[in-house]
């Protein structure tokens, strides 16, 4: 009886759905790909039309970028901290402090924080805490850049100075796979400098790097560029416009004064005769030998033979050895690092290229020309 009623309901059902719908039982007519309201309409399978997935893939591709963009923006609200996170032992010990990249006032970090190389703010708010800090006995430099900005490596040097000059500590410099220009410049602070035997250095001269005349090239192309100035120098190092010869005297007497002064730095401190220090310092690059051959570096040894010679000199036989590096503190480069920060700082330059490219080289000229005159550097190669 039980199987007589679920027949009849199960009947009963269907004739109901049959009833709701007419052409449900009807077979579906075949699709044609031939029929002409379906060409027009660029119809497939499915009611879809052709060429939606390439919608939807521009459509990923703008909230992809877009979610970069404002990544980029809070990464701005949530930038890390330039003071030092001094956490040192509560005993003697001698500190250790990295300059490692190019000395300039802003962080090598990405879209979304990440450890920097060096951080201009943060190493000089370091060395503020080592001139209070009683337990600290000493300081080694390890240096691995090619230079840097005039006004940041001096300002380095003079930090390094007044560290020498308020705590009476010994400042010893190790140099890395290079330490050349401005790397140099802030090794002279130290009371001895040690090279590793692979080391390169000197570079002992100042740059502003190459300045480009792109005038008779736009000129070629049919492009005028006129500059509304005030003062016939206001537009000096313009690369839509010949350099007259009153700029570059101008220009370099800028060069001129920072030259003479490293070079008077390093004939300081390293006692040598200006005018020697002055031959050495064409540009040139030195090997670890060529440079202690010279008298630019005190011997050949590494971190731990710093550290060694330091100790016996000083009779710091009880002192640890402590490093401080800087670690970006923000947010963001707490939670995703610097893996996810190289990644999204990729994809964002990537999807950048694609959405501003354009083609040409009259306009490929003008981005290159855009650069602004750049400062004058301590930096090994140039810009």
Known sequence: MYEDYESKTTDKENARIAADRPNAGARAEPWDRSRPEVRERGEVPGGRRAGGWRKGALIY???????LLIGFAIM?????SDDASYAAPNKPYIAQLNVIGTISASSEGGVFGSEAAYNHGWTLSLLDELIYDNNNQGLILFVD??????YES?????????????????????????????????AAAAERIYANRNTWTGSIGVTMGTMLDVSDFLESHGVKVETIIAGRNK??????APMTDEQKS??????????????????EERALDLEYVRGLADGRIY??????????????GDLETAFDDMCKEYGLVSCEWTEFNYTDDSLFGMLFGATAEKGAAAMLSFFSDMLTR?????????????NRVPAPQYLYGGR
Not at 61 to 67: K, M, N, P, S
Not at 145 to 150: C, Q
């Open 61 to 67: 591709v703008a909230v992809l970028a877009g979610i």
């Open 76 to 80: 701005k609200m949530f930038s890390g």
């Open 145 to 150: 850049s090619p230079g840097g900005g005039v």
């Open 154 to 186: 001096d300002e380095l040097y003079l930090k390094l100075r007044e560290y020498t000059d308020e705590t009476g500590c010994p400042v010893y410099a190790v140099m890395g796979s290079m330490a050349a220009s401005g790397g140099y410049y802030i």
């Open 235 to 240: 537009a000096m190092g313009s690369s839509f």
């Open 250 to 267: 101008i220009f370099q007497g800028l060069i001129d004064e920072a030259y003479d002064q490293f070079t008077g730095i390093v004939a």
């Open 287 to 300: 090997t670890a030998a060529q440079a202690l051959e010279n008298g630019l570096v005190d011997d050949l």
């Open 358 to 370: 354009e083609g040409g080289d009259v306009e490929a000229m003008l981005k290159l020309a855009e």
